[in-house]
């Protein structure tokens, strides 16, 4: 407490420092965060979302970058935590309104590079960066901090500023025999805790769980001993990112005498990246492409498959509905999906396992078989990096809004003040003073959706939800294009209201009330009328309000004849 005491006295009147989230808290995915003082800022990471809804389609969901168009600041650097899409998948979209050098350490570059490849950005200005390597983006000294998560390279930021030193952990969890022998680096951030930080933003994925995040190392055994018992080929699906899941595969894969061969575009593109920056270091021809592997033993392979999410046109899917080109799975395979299901993939995963049984596979999954690791911190991990950072001021980030509220009271029984503790969700801001901290305005923040790989109206995600939940109703009204009159009585068309064949009960009399409607306006009837058209949309949007509390979509057509 005297070293607390020493500090607050010495920046008590220190240039205020804000941190505005834009994405990731109340939610898992989107994560974007800003850091702004004295007109200058930096943002760390930048993610994506995978719809969860199946009115929202097949699109992405990226951060609103509205605040930051109109922006009273400006970037000094994007830094990114590691390369999961979740924190790197938006970046493509960011650098059409922002210009800024990003920071990455060499694995997490590698996969920006490939992301910013597939879009049309050109010439982006990217920093390798390394754990313990402090380096300056206008007022601000950020220093990467090795931590353990399931990509490799990933790290946590100090970031030291005029109002005190931020810790963002980033993803992790503390994992003290990772593949790669990179150790998550408990004494730096000790050492940050004896010198004095002023706030901790720290993941919250896995408060939910008690105890400790298993090591990922300890999947080699369970996958090899279920390798060696295949009569038949071994499928094994992951997150393209998971390097080391990859790489243990493989070895596994080497020790059994088969030879890997990757399945889809992403997992292929991920095998060569982690080769080219020395995470597979295996000898050539230990991976075959799909082709090669037709004219192997099929006991002699191992496929590594994208799709562990049960996304409809990935490799498994196509494999699991017999639609795979190249690769056919029969009885005597065994396949492992090795991740854990995402809420709202539940039903899609399931129809692959399904379909994979319906084939004679032996299929492993996380609910049945010890077969994926998380790569975030449980609760008595995230206990201890409170107890290592020891800071005045906490706010849990990453996570739905049950995840912040659960970090949140651990970290007040780990013995941070309640009065230091802030559960903040996207558009909220924090300001740190060099004394404390204290919440500060709402800007803006929100989800725009991304199909076909182009940006739509940020309206348009409230938009299908009303849809959904309300439905939409068509009025046709048919007029003379010569007298300006009505010609028949109008018609309606119902989707996801009531039934849409014209028997209704409700269909008959909402067409009553419209033209008792339209027989008061006064004309005449024309196509081009605005005014008419509002008429015949607050006519029928008033009926099913009242007799069956819907507000459809109104969509009026008014044909002249």
């Not at 002699?300 to 056919?328: D, M, T």
Request: hydrophobic share 40%; charged share 25%.
């Amino acid at each position: 407490m005297g070293l607390d005491r020493v500090m607050a006295e010495s920046t008590s009147t220190a240039v205020p420092v804000r941190v505005a989230v834009l994405g990731g808290l109340g939610e898992i995915g989107l994560n974007l965060m800003v850091i702004e003082c004295a007109g200058r800022a930096i943002l760390v990471d930048c993610g994506v979302m995978f719809p969860d809804e199946p009115l929202l389609g097949s699109g992405l969901l990226i951060p609103d970058f509205s605040w930051l168009e109109s922006r009273r600041f400006e970037i000094d650097a994007i830094v990114l935590t590691h390369a999961h899409e979740d924190h790197i998948g938006a970046l493509p979209y960011l650098l059409r309104v922002v210009s800024a050098p990003i920071y990455g350490t060499a694995v997490t570059l590698a996969f920006v590079r490939r992301r910013i490849a597939e879009s049309n950005v050109s010439d982006p200005d990217l920093r390798a960066i390394a754990p313990r390597r402090s380096f300056s983006a206008g007022p601000f000294t950020i220093e990467p901090i090795r931590v353990t998560h399931s990509t490799p390279d990933s790290i946590a930021l100090a970031i030291r500023t005029p109002a005190g030193t931020i810790v963002h952990t980033g993803d992790f969890k503390i994992d003290d025999s990772p593949v790669d022998g990179q150790i998550f680096d408990r004494e730096r951030f000790a050492e940050l805790g004896r010198e004095g930080v002023a706030l901790l933003l720290s993941d919250s994925t896995n408060v939910e769980r008690a105890g400790r995040s298993g090591s990922e190392s300890s999947l080699k055994p369970i996958l090899r001993e279920i390798m060696s018992r295949a009569q038949g080929r071994f499928f094994l699906s992951a997150f393209s990112s998971h390097l080391h899941r990859i790489r243990q595969v493989t070895e596994v894969a080497r020790e059994c005498g088969r030879r890997v061969v990757p399945l889809g575009r992403r997992m292929a593109e991920s095998v060569r990246l982690g080769s080219e920056t020395g995470q597979l270091g295996f000898a050539p021809g230990m991976f075959l492409e799909p082709g090669e592997a037709e004219f192997m033993t099929q006991r002699n392979l191992a496929y590594l498959a994208s799709g562990s999410q049960g996304e409809p046109l990935s490799a498994l899917a196509r494999v699991a509905a017999g639609a795979h080109p190249r690769v056919a799975v029969e009885p005597g395979d065994v396949v492992v999906l090795s991740s854990r299901f995402i809420p709202g993939n539940e039903k899609t995963i399931g129809g692959v396992i399904n379909g994979l049984y319906k084939l004679g596979a032996e299929v492993y999954y996380e609910s049945v078989a010890p077969v994926h690791v998380s790569g975030h911190a449980s609760r008595d991990e995230l206990e201890e990096m409170i107890a290592l950072v020891r800071p005045r001021s906490f706010v849990p980030i990453h996570g739905e809004y049950r995840h912040l509220s659960r970090h949140l009271a651990l970290a007040i029984e780990a013995g941070v003040p309640e009065r230091n503790c802030f559960l903040l969700e996207d558009g909220d801001t924090l300001i740190l003073d060099g004394v404390g901290a204290r919440r500060g305005r709402v800007v803006e923040a929100g989800r725009v959706i991304i199909e076909g790989g182009e940006e739509g109206d940020p309206a348009l995600v409230g938009e299908r939800r009303v849809l959904a939940r309300e439905g939409a109703i068509t009025a046709v009204v048919v007029v003379s294009a010569k007298t300006g009159k009505l010609l028949a009585d109008p018609y309606l068309i119902s989707r996801g209201v009531v039934s849409g064949n014209g028997t209704s009960e409700h269909i008959r009399r909402a067409r009553e009330e419209l033209a008792a409607r339209l027989l008061q306006y006064r004309g005449p009837f024309t196509a081009g009328d605005i005014a008419l058209k509002e008429e015949i949309t607050r006519a029928v949007r008033r009926y099913f309000s009242d007799e069956i509390d819907k507000r459809p979509v109104v969509i009026p057509v008014v044909v002249e004849v």
